[in-house]
């Protein structure tokens, strides 16, 4: 006889799994604070839509769920960089037909999960429930309905993908659980929307493109929904000259856009109304030195929550689904010891993506803007080209391979380092030393297998 798995949070990560553990034979009750979207019109939360990359993909193959979801799916091939003109860089993120990433919506992706979840037959969902505490002593937790009142349901295997604010994480700190950091960013986010063309639901900017004003200390992006509409995040410092604090009236907004991001404020007749209507969301990084507790587990945000500049909280969610129903199948589905086996695998990747992320702010909203990056994107292209499966670009190891994180970084670091030595005295690729790259990357990187990618 199988456990009986109580899920917290029917967000995009609980959602997958419950598929997951609903095919595997498991039942599955999920509980979920919030009302139903495919019932209800509610707000997807934070991030409208998300870019979802290889990582996130092939779970979804496995679970032989990618034909909908393809349904859902904008391929953007690259960056579109705005200056303070209006002038329009476009900049590949690959250099192969299939490297391409694809906005989603998030609440059309969470309907299909929760679709999928529930045809396993062994799933439900309980939504308007909330989890308040969890009884480790007679494995109990105490939940909350909407009208307040409470009630307890025992469990035998709990998981907690309950996000950020995780109250199963918090169940383990109230346990002594030590090594949970929260690290808040001095940056938060607003989202707004460029409306699609009136006459035909058409886009207003490139649709294969995620639009990005970079504009050193802060950034404005968009992203395309499949109604023609942009939803579009300004990133900006929460204190100083030029931060949300400073932001407190239409004419302080529409000056900023107007001066900084003009082609984009065009797009957005009713902007002032927008912005102070729309909450604006802090961003952090939740690393955890233990994913588990007792019978308790974290997937997902609930572990290991990362800002959002790589794109990748959600794929890495997703990455987590899979490992886990992996370890089930290779440990004969002993959760004891795949909780600690998968807590040992997952959790110095989950830290990797989440620097590596950190990092990422930088290239986007600066970096880019910068000669020598685009030099040193051309090389690393070129390197690509010569020594493949040895040399591959960062962002390519993070968003097309599925090389583990911690090692996606490591190498990362190797690289940038022969790309600063290789790109210091040159102006051009063609000038490119390749006896030099070829010497320092035998020196530096192993050949990876084809089943290492
Ligand atoms: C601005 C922004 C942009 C992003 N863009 C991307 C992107 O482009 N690509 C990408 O891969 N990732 C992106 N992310 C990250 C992504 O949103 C998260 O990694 C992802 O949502 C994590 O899924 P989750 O299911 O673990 O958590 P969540 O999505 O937070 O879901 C948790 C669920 O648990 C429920 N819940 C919480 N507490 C309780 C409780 N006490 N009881 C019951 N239910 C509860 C919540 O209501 C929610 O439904 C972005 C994040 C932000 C903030």
Redesign the pocket.
């Known amino acids: 006889m199988k456990q009986k798995i109580t899920m917290?949070?029917?967000?995009?990560?609980?959602s997958m799994m419950a598929i997951f553990l609903g095919k595997r034979g498991y039942k599955v009750d999920v509980?979920?604070?919030?009302p139903d979207i495919r019932k209800e019109s509610i707000s997807a939360?934070?991030?409208i839509n998300?870019?979802?990359?290889n990582r996130?993909i092939r779970p979804m193959q496995q679970l032989g769920i990618m034909d909908k979801v393809e349904t859902l799916l904008i391929p953007m091939a690259g960056r579109m960089l705005h200056d303070v003109n209006g002038e329009l860089q476009f900049q590949s993120y690959g250099q192969k037909d299939e490297e391409v990433i694809y906005s989603v919506s998030?609440g059309g992706l969470v309907s299909l999960l929760r679709d999928e979840a529930e045809a396993t037959g062994n799933v439900t969902f309980h939504f308007k429930?909330?989890?308040?505490s969890v009884d480790y002593k007679d494995n109990t937790i105490e939940l909350q309905n909407e009208d307040k009142s409470v009630f307890h349901h025992a469990f035998e295997i709990l998981l907690g993908?309950?996000?950020?604010?995780?109250?199963v994480r918090k169940s383990f700190e109230e346990n002594n659980v030590k090594g949970v950091t929260f690290d808040l960013l001095d940056h938060s986010?607003k989202?707004l929307t460029i409306p699609a063309s009136e006459d035909t639901n058409r886009f207003k900017i490139d649709t294969n493109s995620l639009h990005i004003w970079p504009r050193g200390d802060y950034m404005l992006i968009a992203l395309p929904n499949l109604d023609g509409s942009f939803t579009v995040?300004l990133f900006l410092p929460n204190k100083g000259q030029l931060s949300f604090e400073s932001l407190t009236n239409n004419e302080a907004v529409n000056d900023l856009f107007i001066s900084k991001f003009k082609d984009a404020a065009e797009l957005m007749p009713n902007l002032g109304e927008m912005f102070f209507e729309n909450p604006t969301?802090i961003?952090g990084t939740i690393r955890c030195e233990q994913w588990h507790y007792k019978n308790a587990l974290l997937?997902?945000?609930?572990a290991h929550?990362?800002v959002?500049f790589h794109?990748?909280?959600?794929?890495?969610?997703f990455e987590d689904c899979s490992e886990l129903d992996t370890l089930l199948d290779k440990y004969d589905d002993n959760w004891k010891k795949v909780m600690s086996v998968y807590t040992q695998a997952r959790k110095h990747n989950s830290n990797a993506i989440a620097d590596m992320a950190l990092d990422n702010y930088i290239e986007m909203r600066d970096s880019v803007r910068d000669p020598k990056f685009h030099l040193k994107k051309a090389i690393a292209f070129e390197l690509e080209n010569k020594f493949p499966n040895q040399f591959i670009p960062r962002y390519s190891m993070v968003m097309f391979h599925h090389i583990p994180y911690a090692q996606a970084q490591s190498r990362g670091e190797i690289q940038a380092d022969i790309l600063n030595k290789l790109s210091n005295n040159i102006e051009d690729v063609q000038n490119l030393d390749i006896d030099k790259a070829e010497q320092l990357i035998k020196q530096g990187l192993t050949v990876l297998s084809d089943a290492d990618l």
């Open positions: 917290i949070g029917a967000g995009l990560v609980g509980f979920e604070k919030l939360g934070r991030s998300l870019a979802l990359a996130g998030r429930q909330g989890l308040k993908a309950d996000g950020a604010p995780s109250n986010y989202e995040t969301g961003l997937i997902g945000d609930a929550a990362v959002p794109g990748q909280g959600m794929n890495c969610g």
